[in-house]
């Protein structure tokens, strides 16, 4: 079986290129970036580099599949937006929750990797991890399919985001299972 590893800064561009492949047809990254793939890639080639010095999660199935996530109490280190980007980037952070919690930002599986199961599998790493260390963990949907995906691990749905003139995102969230026998 594929092991997912931590990303090193030399993974970087395979992570911006998987996450730019799983989101090539997502109607919020789209809407954010309607000139195309080469955004895109920059963007989550940033996204990476920032939350991978901030002592964030950044795994990587190479050439499979990725996952950005942030830790209870570690912060992604701005970066100028404009536009979209700043929009998007606002409403989001109005709506994150104020308690300690992990933070799915992103995960992606290339194409011809779909629907194989590694979106679970990285989705149930992160989950033990908030167990673990007994914290909920909040992500966004982007799409109703992602969001049934979350539901299935035990999240439950806020109303949904409207962007401007855009399409709706999914804000989830999952308490922690606690061990009771401890």
């Not at 939350?51 to 199935?61: D, N, S, T």
């Not at 990725?66 to 989001?92: F, N, S, T």
Request: proline share 9%.
């Amino acid at each position: 079986m594929n092991t997912f590893r931590t990303a090193t800064a030399r993974d970087l561009p395979d992570v911006a290129a998987t996450l730019t492949e799983a989101f090539a047809a997502d109607p919020p990254t789209q809407w954010v970036f309607p000139d195309g793939a080469a955004a895109v890639s920059r963007f989550f080639f940033g996204v990476a580099d920032r939350a991978r010095e901030a002592g964030g999660i950044v795994e990587l199935l190479p050439g499979t599949a990725a996952m950005i996530a942030l830790p209870p109490h570690v912060r992604l280190p701005d970066a100028p937006a404009r536009g979209r980007q700043a929009e998007m980037q606002r409403r989001l952070g109005e709506r994150r929750p104020r308690t300690p919690h992990y933070y799915l930002l992103f995960y992606g599986v290339r194409t011809a990797h779909q629907s194989s199961g590694l979106g679970a599998r990285m989705l149930s790493d992160l989950i033990s991890l908030a167990d673990r260390d007994r914290v909920g963990t909040y992500t966004e949907a982007s799409t109703w399919r992602g969001a049934r995906l979350m539901l299935r691990h035990g999240f439950h749905t806020a109303q949904p985001l409207r962007l401007p003139n855009g399409p709706p995102m999914f804000p989830l969230w999952r308490d922690p299972i606690h061990d009771h026998c401890d």
